[in-house]
């Protein structure tokens, strides 16, 4: 039994020491971050709110600046930041995972967040954490100076699970995210480590900023299983939204890919100016990551159908520009939309509770890990009694995305992380 632990966990005492100051770290970074988007967000905001038509003129000259210093300059700060973390752990190459993965990328990450968000970039923040966590873990191996292959990369994954953890206070979602996605190829003897350290930076995440979920506590809300096929044309409606969200991505991203500068800013300017409209329109509504959106749709205020409309546009426009943000909280803005338009038609289901289902169901088909999909959403709201409901929703969700598109957002866009960085 000793030899089997043996092989499995690190053996010196530095690399514990590592793994603890890296969880303290992490802590504090992302709460440090998260501070920061909050503020560059509402910034934003409330300045659009006064006067809607700045946006044709802030949003778009910020994804110029973003777009082009982060494709010259800090290319793998790009996108969310989860197809670097899978495209490190799928790669044999050091020198590829010091490019993704580093205290420089985790650095970048948090002033391009911040000033996407100052111009009005409808961006999360969970992807960011994740690429940022696994950037610092990572980052300790200049220390540590891994060998084996187990380890390091049972490393990357405990820094993208400790990023979820600390953005969201979702314990379970950061550990199964890490499982579904992030070292879906580690051998399974590794989640061991991968859980043990997950619990630390929650216990940590705790003891630093308190128990708050993310989005309200909904745990007296229950459903009468009774009702829980009710359910099916909702997960339905939402998998062939998400799957056609997801294809139609990847899709225009290889459109509109380029290495001709004067293209690059053109295409920045478009994309930006696309934006800036629905800004406007939405009198900054759709700009940021859309936690404040759902918290409002949740307390039964509704946003209408144009607002799921242009957030749905607006994220996808954002997304293929490539500048750094997530795409979790967006999509489950979006999810949220749509439960917010079909809840009317549930007459015996809290509106809540269709929400969160929906929320879910979108969520999941969209990133196609409907595990996580499910535990985030439900740590989130406080509603974990809702799991079985969840998962339902969830898996039929991402059953039907599976048919638009086979292969899932992120292990599509880590694959082409991984042919650019071999150019």
């Not at 995972?97 to 961006?123: D, H, N, T």
């Not at 940022?132 to 990369?153: A, C, E, Q, T, V």
């Not at 216990?203 to 630093?208: E, Q």
């Not at 809702?386 to 039929?396: D, K, N, R, S, Y």
Request: aromatic share 12%; proline share 4%.
């Amino acid at each position: 039994m000793r030899r089997y632990l043996s092989h499995q966990f690190p053996n010196e005492l530095k690399t514990y020491i590592s793994l603890i100051l890296a969880s303290v770290l992490t802590v504090i970074a992302i709460d440090f971050f998260l501070l920061s988007s909050d503020y560059a967000q509402h910034a934003f905001k409330h300045l659009i709110g006064k006067n809607p038509a700045l946006s044709f003129a802030i949003t778009p000259i910020t994804f110029i600046l973003i777009v082009y210093t982060a494709k010259y300059f800090c290319h793998y700060i790009q996108g969310s930041g989860i197809p670097q973390l899978i495209a490190a752990n799928d790669s044999r190459n050091k020198t590829i995972r010091e490019k993704l993965l580093s205290f420089r990328v985790a650095v970048g990450k948090i002033v391009f967040i911040f000033v996407g968000m100052l111009g009005g970039a409808p961006i999360g923040i969970e992807g960011p954490s994740i690429h940022i966590g696994g950037s610092i873990f990572y980052g300790f191996n200049r220390f540590l100076k891994l060998k084996r292959k187990l380890l390091i990369h049972s490393l990357i994954a405990i820094g993208g699970s400790a990023g979820l953890i600390v953005a969201f206070n979702a314990p379970l979602a950061g550990f199964l995210f890490a499982y579904e996605e992030i070292g879906r190829k580690l051998k399974k003897q590794a989640l061991v480590l991968i859980a043990i350290v997950s619990a630390l930076v929650y216990v940590l995440t705790l003891l630093y900023r308190g128990n708050t979920p993310y989005l309200g506590d909904f745990s007296a809300h229950s459903l009468n299983l009774e009702l829980i096929w009710q359910l099916i044309p909702l997960a339905v409606l939402a998998g062939v939204v998400g799957g056609l969200f997801s294809k139609s991505i990847l899709y225009l991203i290889a459109k509109f890919i380029s290495h001709n500068k004067a293209r690059v800013i053109t295409i920045a300017l478009f994309l930006g100016l696309i934006i800036g409209l629905f800004n406007y329109l939405s009198a900054g509504k759709i700009a940021g990551s859309g936690r404040d959106e759902v918290i409002l749709m949740l307390a039964g205020n509704q946003l209408g159908l144009e607002f799921v409309f242009m957030k749905y546009f607006a994220t996808l426009t954002s997304l293929v520009s490539t500048i750094p943000g997530g795409l979790f909280m967006p999509s489950i803005s979006i999810g949220a939309g749509i439960g917010a338009e079909i809840a009317p038609y549930y007459s015996n289901i809290d509106a809540q509770v269709i929400l969160m289902m929906s929320m879910i169901a979108y969520l999941s088909a969209v990133i196609r890990a409907p595990l996580t999909a499910t535990f985030v959403i439900l740590e989130m709201s406080a509603a974990i009694n809702l799991l079985i409901p969840g998962l339902l929703v969830a898996f039929i969700a991402n059953w039907i995305s599976k048919q638009i598109f086979t292969q899932p957002i992120y292990e599509a866009l880590a694959e082409n992380y991984l042919k650019l960085t071999k150019n």
